[in-house]
């Protein structure tokens, strides 16, 4: 069974996708993310899935994604930005390298906007963003093997602190 060399975790405009394609480019793997799972499995996108479906059937997609992704993926990996929420979720964390990548709300609110395609920020995403943050920093600390802060800075200098912080060189 393989396992990922590592998991990204952070909220939504830390860049997880964007630094996580680059990871797994300086290291010469393969790059997934859960996201794109659940769209799969779903055969629809996030919005579509919390309108028809709600967020509850969203998140058992999403904790199910999670499992098989950690459980048979031999690559960097990218979580969506609630999936720490999930308890058993955090439990089968424990086993891998987690890089929790932060972002401060400025940074966050300029990289997502007005969270066009983010479900979660369909209303007023400025106070649902700081709420979210407040909320889910302590989850991804909780998880984080690494914490590598991303505000002010460019995918390529994140996507080589994360390569040498794993011990896993950069570019």
Not at 30 to 53: L, M, Y
Not at 70 to 86: C, H, M, S
Not at 97 to 118: M, N, T
């Amino acid at each position: 069974m393989s396992t990922p060399v590592c998991v990204l975790v952070g909220m939504m405009g830390a860049g997880k996708t964007t630094v996580g394609g680059l990871v797994a480019e300086r290291l010469g793997v393969p790059f997934r993310d859960v996201d794109a799972d659940i769209e799969a499995a779903a055969g629809k996108p996030i919005p579509d899935i919390f309108i028809d479906d709600g967020e509850e059937r969203f998140r058992e997609l999403e904790r199910d994604a999670v499992a098989a992704a950690l459980d048979g993926f031999a690559g960097v990996l990218a979580l969506g930005g609630g999936a720490i929420l999930d308890p058993q979720t955090r439990k089968r964390l424990a086993d891998h390298r987690v890089v929790y990548l932060s972002v401060e709300l400025p940074d966050a609110l300029k990289r997502v906007g007005f969270g066009a395609g983010r479900p979660v920020l369909a209303m007023n995403p400025r106070a649902t963003l700081r709420h979210l943050l407040d909320q889910r920093r302590p989850l991804y600390e909780e998880v984080a093997t690494v914490v590598v802060a991303t505000d002010g800075r460019t995918p390529d200098e994140v996507a080589d602190e994360v390569a040498a912080a794993l011990g896993l060189g950069g570019r």
